[in-house]
T-cell receptor, first 115, second 109 residues
Framework: DGGITQSPKYLFRKEGQNVTLSCEQNLNHDAMYWYRQDPGQGLRLIYYSQIVNDFQKGDIAEGYSVSREKKESFPLTVTSAQKNPTAFYLC??????????????FGEGSRLTVL | DAKTTQPPSMDCAEGRAANLPCNHSTISGNEYVYWYRQIHSQGPQYIIHGLKNNETNEMASLIITEDRKSSTLILPHATLRDTAVYYCILDGGANNLFFGTGTRLTVIP
């Protein structure tokens, strides 16, 4: 079945360590997104990418990095520079054809806890 | 994209219709109204969207006022599995969509 897969679902990290969250989609979508969600809050955009080898910062990009080497994959690295990384991370994708878009498809999320 | 305002929480009796309002008074002509829902600790799920006309699918109905400044999502026969946070989003194709805190709907047995 087509969909978007995030891994790992749960991740624990010590302070000062970098960690990479995986996001893979087989929907042939051009655009991919990373959001952060804190308890009781809405989603905040970290990074997005509309095309391979190109990506843009969202509202809260500091302390995060991404790459888009393949259309299907958009990994997010949470670096040690991110001061408060404990959160629920959501990856999403959607069509992007000359500005026309469809609905967002979300993964099941990755919950990162920094010990 | 413009922002939306939703009540923070609502209750609905099981089997009754759940009507979730959303205000979007600054909506632009090219912006669609999208609804998503998020069950606890899962990714949001698309429900329905519309531009001007009312829409219905197997999950819900969407009523958009004629001036497009507000809309209502209707779940016709709420079940316990409909307990979730519901987000109303304006989407004109931009990348930075505004996801507020949504409405937490609790379906009561």
């Amino acid at each position: 079945d087509g969909g978007i897969t995030q891994s790992p679902k749960y991740l624990f990290r010590k302070e000062g360590q970098n960690v990479t969250l995986s996001c893979e989609q087989n929907l042939n979508h051009d655009a991919m997104y990373w959001y952060r969600q804190d308890p009781g809050q809405g989603l905040r955009l970290i990074y997005y990418s509309q095309i391979v080898n190109d990506f843009q910062k969202g509202d809260i990009a500091e302390g995060y990095s991404v790459s888009r080497e393949k259309k299907e994959s958009f990994p997010l690295t949470v670096t040690s520079a991110q001061k408060n990384p404990t959160a629920f991370y959501l990856c999403a994708s959607r069509n992007w054809a000359g500005g026309f878009t469809g609905e967002l498809f979300f993964g099941e999320g990755s919950r990162l806890t920094v010990l | 994209d413009a922002k939306t305002t939703q009540p923070p929480s609502m209750d609905c009796a099981e089997g009754r219709a759940a009507n979730l309002p959303c205000n979007h008074s600054t909506i632009s002509g090219n912006e669609y109204v999208y609804w998503y829902r998020q069950i606890h600790s899962q990714g949001p799920q698309y429900i329905i969207h519309g531009l001007k006309n009312n829409e219905t699918n197997e999950m819900a109905s969407l009523i958009i006022t004629e001036d497009r400044k507000s809309s209502t999502l209707i779940l016709p026969h709420a079940t316990l599995r409909d307990t979730a946070v519901y987000y109303c989003i304006l989407d004109g194709g931009a990348n930075n969509l505004f996801f507020g805190t949504g409405t937490r709907l609790t379906v009561i047995p």
